[in-house]
């Protein structure tokens, strides 16, 4: 009798711990590419937001055309699982953004995103910046603002109209394995971002992009990165620092098993020459491969991406 009462409660206990799954395709979505799905995510991600159990976030296979969509916390559900298994489409027309970023999750705790696509439809915003036209902010594709204990992994993000994945003053960061596509003539498209942002870990992503593979700003420290390939693109790059007089510093950043091949640059820390009292220390680079790297290794402290650099002392 006793071994029967113990088998019921685990089992009790099981069912009890198991994940509530939300399904966004029951919020309404049509997922065809063309039909506005972004309320339909935000009112599934209020769902998971507001559960109290451990959520898993279903996204089937299909294309979600969504327009500039924030998923906010902070949220009563300690583990959100993202699986994405459809694509998410932005919307080309560079006027649809108001805050310079498309996907952006604001102070969220315990996230998984599981694979998927990101197509940021960024060619009409890159002739735009070509052509020196009238342009507006531009998006960063996927934002993170304010968040912690956030995995990413096997992501594609493709064609971002400006940065692809951006941290932001964000903590304890794990990226593996995603791919970043977009072509080498592409302006500001760097892969990813890291800024404000400590205890962040990215292993094995394919970076092909027109800006730098990976960017460092300022305020980052404990940062890992390992077994990167980069190419086309800038490099991997801390900076550019010096853009005010108190600013943080980058510290504690090791770069590992990393492989540049055609890419622009290497290796870069760059600052503009005006007074500033950030700083770079204890950066490990380690076992770096460079084919064809116009630039292997650069630190640039009058660092000018103009012709004219007004803001320079």
Not at 57 to 76: D, E, H, I, N
Not at 88 to 94: F, K, R, Y
Not at 204 to 232: F, K
Not at 271 to 282: D, E, L, P, Q, Y
Request: glycine residues 10%; proline residues 4%.
């Amino acid at each position: 009798m006793a071994m029967k009462l113990l088998i019921i409660l685990s089992l009790l206990f099981t069912l009890g711990s198991a994940d509530i799954i939300i399904d966004v395709t029951d919020f309404g979505t049509k997922a065809d590419g063309k039909s506005d799905d972004s309320h339909a995510f935000v009112k599934a991600w209020n769902s998971a937001c507001n559960s109290e159990d451990s959520t898993t976030f279903q996204v089937p296979a299909g294309k979600y055309l969504l327009y500039p969509t924030t998923f906010g916390g902070p949220c009563k559900s300690s583990k959100i699982t993202i699986n994405l298994k459809g694509e998410l489409i932005a919307s080309p027309d560079i006027n649809k953004v108001k805050d310079g970023a498309w996907i952006r999750f604001e102070k969220v705790e315990g996230l998984e995103i599981n694979g998927g696509v990101l197509d940021g439809k960024g060619a009409l915003y890159w002739v735009c910046k070509e052509d020196d036209g009238d342009c507006p902010i531009g998006a960063k594709s996927l934002l993170f603002n304010k968040c912690k204990n956030v995995t990413i992994n096997n992501l594609t993000s493709m064609n971002s109209k400006k940065f692809h994945i951006v941290f932001n003053d964000s903590k304890g960061i794990k990226v593996h394995g995603i791919k970043i596509r977009a072509p080498g003539d592409s302006p500001n498209t760097d892969g990813i971002h890291v800024e404000g942002s400590s205890d962040v870990l990215i292993t094995d992503p394919s970076i092909q992009t027109g800006d730098d593979c990976i960017s460092i700003g300022p305020g980052t420290h404990n940062l890992h990165v390992e077994r990167v390939t980069c190419g086309p693109g800038h490099g991997i790059s801390i900076g550019s620092l010096g853009h005010h007089l108190d600013e943080a510093g980058v510290q504690d950043v090791t770069v590992k098993n990393v492989v540049f091949d055609g890419t622009t640059n290497g290796l870069r820390i760059k600052t503009f020459a005006r007074k500033s009292n950030g700083f770079v220390k204890n950066i490990v680079y380690d076992g770096v491969v460079m084919n064809n790297v116009e630039n292997p290794i650069i630190i640039d402290q009058k660092y000018c991406p103009h012709e004219h650099c007004p803001h320079q002392v």
